[in-house]
């Protein structure tokens, strides 16, 4: 019995390095079509539920008027506390006043990417995910800036 015991936690610690660096992989970089594909394909965010304050269509400000969406992969979702962690993707679908898809801008934590932003990735894509802009953009990270605190989400209160 204690052979068996020790065959099961060997084979366990041989293979949970493997697991977490597959899981680890399954994440794109700071690369914003590999992005893309990732929360369109890999794991498409329409899948995604949303935090549990800001739940379906609300009122939106600045340039994600009039309206928006936002959606939050699981790692957004069990962070307890700022900051987020990493691997949270937020994703915000800008809806015109008719309910049509205006673009969809992406919040994506990455670690050591940008310490000073909080580590954020940001992109905006259009409908058909065409790149507008991506990196570390001063407008988002300037208007987000406003919740620091709140580690730059401003959809969701922690």
């Not at 939106?60 to 969406?69: D, I, M, S, V």
Request: hydrophobic content about 40%; aromatic content about 10%; some cysteine.
């Amino acid at each position: 019995m204690k052979r068996l015991v020790f065959l099961v936690v060997m084979v366990g610690l041989c293979l949970t390095p493997g697991l977490l660096a597959g899981a680890a992989g399954d994440m794109p970089g700071p690369d914003a079509q590999a992005l893309w594909v990732y929360i369109t394909q890999t794991d498409p965010y329409k899948n995604w539920r949303a935090w549990p304050d800001y739940q379906g269509v609300q009122p939106a400000r600045g340039p994600h008027k009039p309206l928006n969406r936002v959606f939050v992969n699981g790692r957004g979702l069990s962070s307890q506390k700022p900051p987020a962690n990493f691997g949270t993707i937020e994703v915000k679908e800008t809806l015109t006043q008719e309910m049509q898809l205006r673009n969809i801008t992406v919040q994506y934590k990455i670690e050591g990417y940008n310490p000073d932003g909080g580590d954020w990735f940001w992109a905006m894509y259009d409908p058909d995910g065409a790149v507008k802009m991506a990196g570390k953009l001063d407008g988002c990270i300037g208007c987000h800036a406003t919740a620091k605190g709140n580690d730059y989400i401003l959809a969701h209160k922690f």
